[in-house]
């Protein structure tokens, strides 16, 4: 079978739903893992006979697609900053909104040497893009699922990255001081999660679930901050829509003070930068 018969044909067996990529995406995503090609040399060699072995692999991973199961699961493997990340049902698959809280990590003023903490890693993958854009910085990635921590190592040595991976509940085993703070905590409110969607569903939950509201570990998070930054330190929280009022306010009580928001495409305030002062 040809590429261009292999995706047309995929293209009609493909769900489509609110909220997922378009068939033909998501056909172009599974193909180029099946093949070990390109999705550009897909596109641009359409006429190209796929192997036997090639193409049963490929619709055996469009027929799981179709039950639901997240491509990046299918495939053990999601993009980030551009950059390829291991992934697995125990951590979340990064989203594009946390590709925002790199860019404004990057854009702050930090120290040459500056001591970095992500809370809550999981792939990994935010803290090991930052350690491949500044090299001079010392960069810890904590977690409190063991099985998460495993992904990120192995993302990080992939990556050939210096990153210290330790177990912690929040930063409860972290000593100061920390010239920043990452932390892209579970923040989806508890009610919500049954309207996200099948695909939401294989997702850890543990990554997900915050509460009520969706801050209970926001809330912890920031009550220790204080103990854990540096004077001037800064902590960056990637947020659900609606929440960063609510935060800041949380944060002026714990003596933190405010320091700038970054919107996404959408017009959600989805990084809350906060200060040690």
């Keep these: ?31 180029a893992a099946a093949s070990g090609l ?33 491509a990046e699961h299918i495939v053990g493997r999601c993009s980030f900053w551009g950059r390829t990340f291991r992934v697995t049902p125990d951590v979340l698959i990064p989203r594009p909104e946390t590709e925002l809280m790199v860019q404004a990590v990057l854009e702050a003023e930090l120290p040459s040497r500056a001591r970095v903490l992500d809370v809550g890693t999981g792939s990994g993958c935010l803290v090991i893009t930052l350690a491949t854009e500044r090299v001079d910085w010392r960069l ?58 099948e695909e939401i569903s294989r997702e850890p939950v543990l990554a997900l679930d915050g509460g009520q509201d969706g801050l209970d570990l926001v809330r912890r998070l920031i009550a220790d901050l204080g103990r854990v930054l540096a004077p001037g330190g800064l902590c960056f929280l990637e947020l659900a829509e609606d929440q960063a009022d609510a935060v800041e306010e949380l944060a ?14 959408g017009g959600c305030d989805r990084v809350v930068i906060l200060e040690h002062s």
Excluded at 6 to 22: H, N, W
Excluded at 143 to 162: F, P, T, Y
Excluded at 170 to 184: G, K, Q, R, W, Y
Aim: contains cysteine.
């Design 1 to 31: 079978m040809r590429i261009d018969q292999a995706l047309s044909r995929a293209t009609g067996i493909l769900p489509v739903r609110r909220g997922l990529p378009e068939p033909r995406r998501e056909a172009l995503f599974l193909l």
């Design 38 to 70: 390109s999705e550009i040399q897909l596109r641009i060699r359409p006429e190209r006979e796929l192997s036997t072995e090639v193409e049963e692999q490929f619709f055996r991973w469009v027929d799981r697609r179709t039950t639901g199961e997240p």
């Design 140 to 197: 810890v990635g904590i977690d409190r699922s063991i099985e998460a921590l495993q992904v990120a190592r192995l993302n990080g040595a992939e990556h050939g990255v210096d990153v210290v991976w330790l177990w912690s509940d929040l930063m409860s085993s972290c000593a100061p001081a920390f010239d920043l703070v990452t932390a892209n905590l579970p923040y989806v409110p508890t009610g919500w999660l049954p309207t996200l969607g």
């Design 252 to 265: 002026v009580k714990h003596e933190l003070r405010p320091a700038g928001r970054r919107r996404d495409i």
